[in-house]
């Protein structure tokens, strides 16, 4: 029986989120996790790094389970590929300590909040994009982003429900960039995120953008600690998780870069 660190891809358009749920069957857990029991002919458990929510999506999102039968370690992403949706992909398996733990032993996450600033939306990148027509101040955002970077209580930015055991989180990296095709992103590394709080911060500097608040405002918000003053909640749908970091040299070196 070995150990599996997986690396999986997902477009998040039709499922409730990364977590099994009572209610629905949609949710990539279910699905990855039916694959692995289907292989061991017995229910089995697979635990995610982060618990993404409905219509979110990913380009690294991590797993890590017990294999009990023999499949080659680099034919894993290949014998799952072939049961699983479309629009959920197995890119690589590696096998990993006893001890490890894909969430525990995380040192950063890299989520990637996507704006399509054009006056249209793209139809091909529609399910993927919060499409906001009125153009927005880009230096602005990019001043009001970097206020987010370093250690902070960011209890202005979780959302009801929330089970963090603690609202202090470290973001090493928070940038605005515009893309060639219009888009404008929001790329953020930290050691952590509360519930919803990449889409709160999306929200919020879009209100930057829109010229609603300044730049200096952010330091205010964070420091009242109080959810109302922050901006709204930016659709699930812009929002990817691009990469988990178990590597501090590989993590230190990309937030440098």
């Known amino acids: 029986m070995a150990k599996i ?3 999986i891809s997902y477009d998040g358009t039709d499922y ?3 977590q099994v749920q009572s209610n629905t069957p949609q949710t990539i857990q279910e699905k990855v996790e039916g694959v692995l029991s289907k292989f061991h002919r017995q229910p089995t458990r697979i635990y995610g790094a982060s618990r993404t929510d409905a219509g979110v999506h990913a380009l690294g999102q991590m797993a890590h389970f017990h294999l009990e039968v023999p499949i080659p370690l680099e034919r894993i992403p290949q014998a799952f590929n072939g049961e699983l949706p479309g629009d959920i992909v197995c890119l690589k398996a590696w096998q990993c300590p006893e001890d490890f733990h894909v969430r525990h032993d995380a040192l950063g996450k890299k989520y990637i909040y996507r ?19 009125e153009k927005l101040k880009v230096e602005a955002m990019q ?8 250690e902070k209580d960011f209890s202005a930015f979780q959302a009801q429900g929330c089970s963090n055991a ?6 090493y ?9 219009g888009e404008i992103w929001l790329e953020v590394v930290g050691s952590g995120f509360l519930y919803k709080m990449m889409r709160i911060m999306a929200g919020t500097l879009i209100n930057a953008g829109k010229g609603k608040i300044v730049p200096d405002d952010i330091p ?7 959810r109302t003053q922050a901006g709204f909640t930016a659709p699930a749908k812009g929002l990817t998780l691009e990469k988990i970091y178990y590597d501090q040299e590989i993590l230190t070196k990309e937030v440098k870069g």
């Not at 249209?120 to 919060?130: E, L």
């Not at 603690?166 to 973001?171: F, G, N, S």
């Not at 205010?220 to 109080?226: M, P």
């Open 220 to 226: 205010d918000i964070i420091a009242s600690r109080d």
């Open 16 to 18: 409730s989120g990364w």
């Open 5 to 7: 660190r997986m690396k």
């Open 173 to 181: 990296q928070s940038r605005i960039t515009r893309q060639k095709n």
């Open 115 to 133: 704006i399509d600033n054009n006056p249209y939306p793209d139809v091909f990148t529609r399910n993927f994009c919060y499409h906001y027509h």
């Open 166 to 171: 603690t609202t202090v989180k470290h973001i």
């Open 143 to 150: 001043q009001a982003a970097s206020y987010f970077e370093g």
